[in-house]
């Protein structure tokens, strides 16, 4: 096994540090967050950390560098209080990339890509039309992560549309069956397979 | 599509709810997460909330409930500011998930799984022996989470070991090789596939 120590990481290349670094934690969930301004113009970025914070109410968290690339999304959601999250099919992985690039704010990644907006209820914000699921969120909170100055974004579930396909009588998404990737590290996209779903786990005797 | 609104999701019952908001968010990081009690007894937790928050310094989050099941991986790391993260193996996600099972403190779930205690360094928490990849971590800063009483728990990566296969000549590490799984939902394992990473994005002319 390779070995990396805390001093080993602070003199690594940042190039080399920033790839270990992504890669390291495991599989993250691959989404396009689309967002509009208060002029119109429409937004839409890839992320990979959005996270489960709970179910009841439906809340989920991702992380944020307000200084750095996705600050229109930022902008956006705090100022009309919505935000979507959108997952992405294996056709689409090519664009959704691309959404990783720097486009002044004026630009619509959505003319950059072939990925289409969709606007429905009272979201104040584009859902990728076809993708397999949407959710349209609100803003709820930010709490600043002082360590490294960056934002974990607290959204709230407003709606949430899921493929028929996907979803089981007892409530469970599987996600292999709407063609939704994965992420590994910060520019490499994996298709998983289901192997096994377990049952509640109870203490052997 | 099958459509939910915030009014639904209140109204489900309470395992339909868990399961659909738990995997509705996309894949999840499956690891294993190590820790040791003042008293030297071991503890392992499957958690699959691990997130990079940032490479340098190199810090992880993840999220935790403390009035619920894994407050022994808590305490032990508030006591001794140590924890492992473990990767989990194809072959190992049934001992991997059984660790969920709510064991007394004073049995380990390293006891009650083929997994095997591993320390090195000055970790003073257990690695999982033969994980694909290790992390020693401290345990840095926690931020509460009000909306729904959890903690997102912030440490470092003071000592980071991964198999040689893994680790690109960039620094990425390209977890397929490692038979690392992914989670979909609170049960569902996965295993992906690489289908292909992409280079830095410029916006096109």
New interface residues.
Partial sequence: ??????ED??K?S??????????????????LIGTQSENGSTNLAVFN?????????????F?LRPTTVPRHTYQNMKNNGFFT?N?IH?SQ??DA???????PEE?SEFD?TYFTEEFK?EIKAPFVKNAP???GCSY??E?Y????D?L?I?G?????????DM??E???????KGG???I??L??????????????????N
Same sequence: chains 1, 2.
């Fill in positions: 096994m390779k070995h990396f120590s805390k990481i602070k690594m940042s190039i080399f540090r920033l790839n270990m670094i992504n890669s390291c934690t495991g599989y993250k969930s691959a989404n950390s959005v996270t489960h914070l709970g179910s009841n109410p439906p809340l989920i968290g992380i999250i997952h294996k992985i090519e990339h691309h959404t990783s690039a720097k486009y630009v950059q209820k699921l949407q959710m709820v909170n709490y992560i002082k360590e490294n960056t974990m607290v709230q579930i407003e709606h949430l549309f899921i493929n028929d979803l089981h007892d409530g469970w998404v599987q996600l292999d939704v990737v994965t590994n590290g520019d490499g996209y994996a298709i998983p397979k289901m192997i096994e779903r377990f049952p509640y786990q109870r203490p052997k």
